[in-house]
T-cell receptor
Framework: DAGVIQSPRHEVTEMGQEVTLRCKPI?????LFWYRQTMMRGLELLIY????????DSGMPEDRFSAKMPNASFSTLKIQPSEPRDSAVYFC??????????FGPGTRLTVL | KQEVTQIPAALSVPEGENLVLNCSFT??????LQWFRQDPGKGLTSLLL?????REQTSGRLNASLDKSSGRSTLYIAASQPGDSATYLC???????????FGAGTTVTVRA
C-alpha cells in the first residue's frame, strides 16, 4: 500500500485566497483525521471522519475552515479566505477503529 | 481534557547509549497510547501502539511500557545510533472518543 497520500506537498498563497488540501487514506481504513502542526501549538486535531461522516469538528478553528469526505478514498480540507496565521503543516491520517493512526507526509502551507 | 507532557524537550547522547524517553498523561482513562517518530520536515511514523490492557510492547530495539495508574509511558531505545536522531512524540487515545492528544515531543540527538 502507498500509505496516506496528501497533495500538494507545499502551498504558498496570498491572504484572502482559497486553499484546498487533499488526502487519500489507506484503503480499507474507516477513520480519517485532519491535524495541524505549528511550533507554538504543536499537533492539533481539527476534525475526524468515520465511514465518511464527520464525527467531531470541534477542533476546526473557525468558519473559514471546512472539510469534506465525499467517499472512502478522498477528503479535502478547505480554507476560505486564508490568513497568515493559517500557515502551518497540515497532516492527514487514517486508521482502522481503535488502531494505529498512519500519517501522510503533510502539506506545508504558507499564507503571505 | 487530556494533557500529555514529555520531558525533557531535548536530549543529546553518545552513540551506543540507551535512550529513555518519558511521557505522562493526566487522564488514565485511555484506550491506547501510541509512540511516533518525526524527522525534520517529514510526517509522523508510528513506532509502537500499546493497548490499555497491555503493560509493554516491543519492536526490535524499541520497547514501550505503560502504567495507567501513574499516568506514564516510557519508550526505551537500546544501543542508540545516529539514525535514531529525530523527534519522538507520544499520544494518548481517549476512551470516550477517538481523539489523540499529543505531547510536544522530545528531540533526540545521537552523537557519533
Amino acid at each position: 500500500d502507498a500509505g496516506v497520500i496528501q497533495s500538494p506537498r507545499h502551498e504558498v498563497t496570498e491572504m484572502g485566497q482559497e486553499v484546498t488540501l487533499r488526502c487519500k487514506p489507506i484503503s480499507g481504513h474507516d477513520y480519517l483525521f485532519w491535524y495541524r502542526q505549528t511550533m507554538m501549538r504543536g499537533l492539533e486535531l481539527l476534525i475526524y471522519f468515520n465511514n465518511n461522516v464527520p464525527i467531531d469538528d470541534s477542533g476546526m478553528p473557525e468558519d473559514r475552515f471546512s472539510a469534506k469526505m465525499p467517499n472512502a478514498s478522498f477528503s479535502t480540507l478547505k480554507i476560505q479566505p486564508s490568513e497568515p496565521r493559517d500557515s502551518a503543516v497540515y497532516f492527514c491520517a487514517s486508521s482502522l477503529v481503535y488502531n494505529e493512526q498512519f500519517f501522510g507526509p503533510g502539506t506545508r502551507l504558507t499564507v503571505l | 481534557k487530556q494533557e500529555v507532557t514529555q520531558i525533557p524537550a531535548a536530549l543529546s547522547v553518545p552513540e551506543g547509549e540507551n535512550l529513555v524517553l518519558n511521557c505522562s498523561f493526566t487522564d488514565s482513562a485511555i484506550y491506547n497510547l501510541q509512540w511516533f517518530r518525526q524527522d525534520p520536515g517529514k510526517g509522523l511514523t508510528s513506532l509502537l501502539l500499546i493497548q490499555s490492557s497491555q503493560r509493554e510492547q516491543t519492536s526490535g530495539r524499541l520497547n514501550a511500557s505503560l502504567d495507567k495508574s501513574s499516568g506514564r509511558s516510557t519508550l526505551y531505545i537500546a544501543a542508540s545510533q545516529p539514525g535514531d536522531s529525530a523527534t519522538y512524540l507520544c499520544a494518548a487515545t481517549a476512551y470516550n472518543d477517538y481523539k489523540l492528544s499529543f505531547g510536544a515531543g522530545t528531540t533526540v540527538t545521537v552523537r557519533a
